[in-house]
């Protein structure tokens, strides 16, 4: 876009090959349509030959700048071409005065008037009282009319007359008083002679025609200072002028806001009091260039200040040089607080190298799809060694390696490539070949939102995932070999304890003793009981974990057959929900659940009487409870259920125990027993 002359370049060069880099450079450059634009350069020098940097089009900022200049122009226009004396006082301290102020008060011209001169001074003593008071008011924003006052003028202490008007005046940030005068000592002497009638007549007529000047002269200052101040004082940028010596003369609100002074601390002030320490140098440096430059041309600089509470801002922008009566008088700087720029590109710097290091890296492919343009942004380098394609493949346009596809995975590809297009997320594995060898590659995508909500691009993370699908199918195959083996262990468990029943039930048939035969009872009840949970593994599909639910109804309705107890006369009430436990819960569970029941049906209920069992399984916040409960005659008092000789409560107190659980019991209307334990 610009155009560079050799010279140019040869002068950048030999900056560069001084300093290493030129920062914050401002000049002037045409385009290649001729068009002239103001540029901000930001380059370093790499190699012998190789420039590498940034260059800013400021040409917007460059043309506010000079409407600034422009205003301060017209300003200084409207009051040195002034027919009236013009000056600006705070407390009789000239801070301003024109070139007509000069004359009236007898001065030459160029006399720094502003560091000398208090215009007190200049009033006899028998006016200076009444003027103090008229300023007085003037600050208190009162309208002061015209006033006769007597002044000394020049070395001789001449005695003149002077018509005088005060007014408020915000000067630089601070209330000042702006003073209209004019030398009316001839018409006063006029006056003395024989033709005072016809001198005051035309007098009359001069003065009206002069207040109607002044007046319009004094909305026209009035009009551009308020332009000027408002232009400064709600700028965003921070805007100061420093006088030669480095006082601080004016700073706009921005400025205080942004270093933390007060009006009255500012006046006090050397501007390297808030610079930096780590700048002092550099900042020297600059305001020497732009004082010995001479010239009213801005220089872009960059440095850093100091707040009030020594916190670092940095500052980027233009200083410029201010003359009166023809010397450098002070400098104007317009900056912006860049801090928190800089810190954010240099943290997103890291960022970005430390994000790239990373997608390089790693073997999983990272790529950015942009959904508006219908292009990929960004795909890594190592693409080709994962989806069988170079990054250049993807740029150019091509959705995907379909081309490798496995032939029973492309159509759900091409359906994947369609929720990409939408802005979707997906998941998916699927298979391509490439050099005549499977690759498995599991593939996510997720949108990425823009303004409003949109859906602007999808990043993806692409994975080689080969070696863990084999894995996972020989894991597969094996875990497929030891559920079969797992089924035959509990079958064969489970016939043998079918077996051991049986041997029990035959040695039955040898014994006439009934509390034996009650024994041997009781002991194949206890087996078949761990039989079920054998059984039930054998037809589950899910090793880890029974169905006790399912047992428990299993398990009751057995124990109510096999002591031979007719259904009419028991009424057995299941509320068991769907409740699944492991193996280590499940048979000591079954073995507590058999000794409860069997203890109901042998001891609760008198012959031929109707009775009710009812047992419960409920699960809340991990935690268990199995309840057997019975409406028989209940517990002897003289008993203590977790001390007793009886080799069934016996099993369950050491059961209960051994799963960590507690047992309760309620013996008020027939057996109640709780036991609480946790599921894991």
């Not at 332009?227 to 805007?239: G, P, Q, V």
């Not at 995975?409 to 050099?435: C, F, Q, T, W």
Request: proline share 2%.
């Amino acid at each position: 876009e610009l155009y560079f002359s050799k010279k140019e370049r040869d002068d950048y060069f030999k900056i560069l090959q001084k300093k290493g880099s030129l920062t914050n450079f401002k000049n002037k450059q045409k385009r290649k349509d001729g068009k002239e634009i103001w540029i901000l350069t930001n380059v370093t020098l790499v190699g012998k030959d190789r420039i590498e940097g940034t260059l800013i089009d400021i040409t917007e900022q460059v043309k506010v700048e000079n409407k600034i200049k422009e205003s301060e122009k017209n300003y200084k226009n409207l009051t040195e071409n002034s027919p009236y004396g013009v000056f600006v006082h705070i407390d009789g301290k000239i801070l301003y005065a024109n070139k007509e102020t000069y004359k009236i008060l007898g001065i030459k011209n160029g006399t720094r008037i502003t560091k000398n001169l208090n215009i007190y001074d200049f009033i006899l003593s028998e006016n200076r009282k009444e003027a103090q008071q008229r300023t007085q008011k003037a600050l208190q924003g009162k309208d002061v009319p015209f006033k006769e006052f007597k002044l000394k003028k020049g070395i001789n202490n001449q005695t003149i007359h002077v018509d005088v008007k005060p007014i408020l005046l915000n000067y630089k940030g601070e209330k000042a008083i702006q003073v209209f005068f004019k030398d009316i000592t001839i018409e006063k002497e006029l006056s003395k002679s024989k033709l005072r009638a016809t001198i005051a007549e035309e007098s009359n007529r001069v003065l009206h025609k002069e207040i109607k000047e002044r007046k319009r002269t004094e909305q026209q200052l009035i009009n551009s200072e308020e332009k000027y101040r408002d232009l400064f004082e709600n700028a965003t940028d921070l805007i100061q002028s420093v006088d030669t010596a480095g006082n601080i003369l004016y700073v706009n609100k921005a400025w205080k806001t942004e270093l933390g002074f007060t009006d009255r601390e500012i006046k006090n002030l050397n501007i390297f009091d808030v610079v930096h320490p780590d700048c002092i140098k550099k900042c020297e440096k600059i305001f020497s260039e732009v004082i010995k430059s001479k010239k009213d041309k801005p220089l872009k600089v960059s440095y850093e200040l100091k707040s009030k509470k020594g916190k670092k801002i940095i500052v980027e922008g233009s200083v410029s040089l201010k003359f009166k009566n023809g010397k450098p008088f002070s400098t104007r700087a317009i900056l912006r607080n860049v801090t928190l720029k800089n810190e954010a590109e240099l943290k997103l710097e890291q960022q970005e190298k430390t994000l790239r290091a990373i997608t390089e890296t790693i073997n999983d492919v990272f790529y950015l799809y942009n959904i508006t343009e219908k292009k990929y942004e960004y795909i890594s380098p190592n693409s080709k060694e994962v989806l069988g394609a170079s990054p250049k493949f993807f740029y150019s346009g091509k959705k995907h390696t379909l081309t490798y596809g496995h032939p029973e995975d492309v159509k759900k590809m091409i359906e994947a490539h369609k929720l990409v297009d939408s802005g979707k997320p997906y998941n998916i594995d699927y298979r391509l070949i490439i050099k005549k060898k499977i690759h498995w590659i599991n593939e996510r995508s997720f949108p990425i939102k823009g303004a409003k909500g949109i859906t602007v691009a999808n990043s993806g993370i692409c994975r080689d995932i080969t070696d863990l699908k084999e894995t996972e199918r020989e894991l597969n195959e094996s875990i497929k070999e030891k559920e079969v083996l797992l089924k035959e262990v509990h079958h064969r468990v489970k016939n043998n304890l079918q077996v051991i029943s049986s041997i029990l039930n035959l040695q039955s048939s040898y014994v006439e003793d009934e509390n034996t035969l009650n024994i041997l009872e009781e002991s194949q009840n206890r087996i078949k009981s761990m039989a079920f949970i054998h059984e039930s593994l054998y037809q589950t599909t899910d090793f880890s974990k029974i169905n006790f639910s399912e047992y428990v109804i299993s398990l009751s309705k057995n124990l109510v057959h096999s002591y031979r107890v007719y259904s009419n006369l028991i009424d057995l009430q299941l509320s068991v929900g769907s409740i699944f436990l492991d193996l280590d819960l499940s048979i000591p569970c079954g073995l507590i659940l058999n000794e409860l029941v069997s203890n109901s049906l042998k001891y609760a209920f008198s012959k031929q009487q109707k009775g009710v069992i009812k047992i419960e399984l409920l699960e809340k916040n991990n935690t268990i409870s199995l309840i057997v409960q019975d409406n028989g005659v209940g517990l002897p008092k003289e008993i203590n259920y977790k001390n007793t000789a009886s080799l069934g409560l016996q099993l369950v107190m050491t059961l209960v125990e051994q799963i960590n659980g507690t047992i309760n019991l309620n013996n008020e209307k027939g057996a109640k027993y709780i036991i609480t334990f946790k599921k894991d």
